[in-house]
């Protein structure tokens, strides 16, 4: 499913903190959103999703105006988000809070679910197993009676991109997913995100880690001061003076 993004402008008060960000995340392909801390990366997600009301332009989900629809309606028109600090559900398990996503997209009660009614408990373990496939699909299957509290970061990550996949949204908005994670975590997650991208769906990625998004991303957009600088194919944005100037050797220099 097609994202696109046109003059999206985001005013907090008298302070700008996006400015006409217009651009497209095609069917089946990973779009990389770059640039440095305060750039608008967040915001933009935020708008997206409809966490924040924009102020001008437009988003469009596969031809619909999703503008101004609140977060559960944005979800519900097939666009999931994942967050920078990984979302528990305390006491669940791993398995259980990956189906709160399915109950999403179900229309089915998590609570209600959990008390085994007759009415709901086909659906219930329709549920489970779409959850343990999941799971499965991401290699983390073995982790599934587990509390995410108790698990590595690494892990955590995973079943919150799990979470995001149970909804079965077409468009995943992943922010930071490399965050925090050692060399090994990220060259699986790379993996993870290769056969997402093979199932058809859409992923746009914010990232500050630039060997993973010049290996993995379709496409690269970098925002700076809440402005599009540039736009293209990882080597031409590698290659980009003005992204250099702002971003990319400030990036070498931090690493």
Known sequence: MKLEISGLTKNFGGLRALTDVSFTAEDGELTAVIGPNGAGKTTMFNCIAGFHRVSSGTVTLGGRVITGLKPAQVLGSGLARTFQLVRAFEGLTVLETVMTAGHARSGQRFGTAMLGLP?????????????????????????????????????????????????????????????????????????????????????????????????????????????????????????????????????????
């Open 119 to 255: 009415s709901t408990r086909r659906s219930e373990n329709v549920l489970r197993d779409e959850a343990y496939q999941t799971l499965a699909a991401l290699g983390v299957e073995h982790l599934a009676d587990s509390h995410l509290q108790e698990l590595p970061y690494g892990q955590q990550r995973l079943v919150e991109i799990a979470k995001a996949l149970a909804t079965g949204a077409d468009v995943l908005l992943l922010d930071e997913p490399a965050a925090g994670l050692h060399s090994t975590e990220v060259g699986y997650l790379a993996s993870v995100l290769a056969s997402i991208k093979e199932t058809g769906r859409t992923v746009l990625m914010i990232e500050h880690n630039m060997p993973f998004v010049m290996g993995l991303a379709d496409k690269i957009v970098v925002l700076d001061f809440g402005k599009k600088l540039a736009e293209g194919e990882p080597e031409s944005v590698r290659t980009n003076q003005a992204v250099i100037d702002a971003y990319l050797g400030r990036a070498d220099r931090d690493a």
